[in-house]
């Protein structure tokens, strides 16, 4: 039960600084919406994400791992077929300058967006696990 919460906890954290740092998340219902999320795309890792990882693994095999991206890119699609009030319509992001580093605007839509949303909320989340379990 303590597992379940942590996973929550981080599906649903995760999901919503992904919304307020990155732009073309459409969360009809705000605060409802990424709960709802948060509950859909926790039930899918647990769920879904195992099957799809184990007809995914000669890929994630020849890959060394690399490929495991594709079970989060469809566990999010899943979630915004599931859940009415959550949908990706893009990927923005507005680019990043400072005196070191310069980072060019990104701006994605359809599968695409996907990709890049699941991209970035597997890294929040994982960093968000290893905070949590340490």
């Known amino acids: 039960m303590k ?8 599906c649903t ?8 740092v990155f732009g073309g998340m459409q ?8 709960l709802l999320a948060g ?3 926790s039930l899918l890792s647990l769920l879904v994400k195992p099957l799809i ?3 995914l693994l000669p890929l994630n095999l020849i890959t060394f791992g690399l490929f495991r991206w594709v079970s989060s890119a469809i566990a999010l ?10 949908k990706i319509i ?19 839509s359809g599968i ?8 970035v909320i597997s890294v929040i989340s994982s960093i968000l696990h290893w905070l949590i379990s340490r």
Do not use: C, E, H
């Not at 954290?13 to 307020?20: C, G």
């Not at 969360?27 to 990424?34: A, R, V, W």
């Not at 699609?77 to 959550?86: A, E, K, N």
């Open 39 to 41: 509950i859909g795309l």
């Open 13 to 20: 954290l995760s999901l919503y600084l992904a919304s307020v």
């Open 3 to 10: 597992s379940i919460l942590k996973i929550y906890i981080t």
């Open 77 to 86: 699609y899943l979630v915004t077929l599931v859940v009415p009030s959550f």
């Open 53 to 55: 990882n184990l007809l």
């Open 90 to 108: 893009a990927f923005s992001f507005t680019g990043l300058a400072s005196k070191w580093i310069d980072i060019p605007s990104v701006n994605l």
């Open 112 to 119: 695409l967006a996907i990709i890049a949303f699941s991209l």
């Open 27 to 34: 969360l009809s219902k705000g605060i409802n919406s990424i």
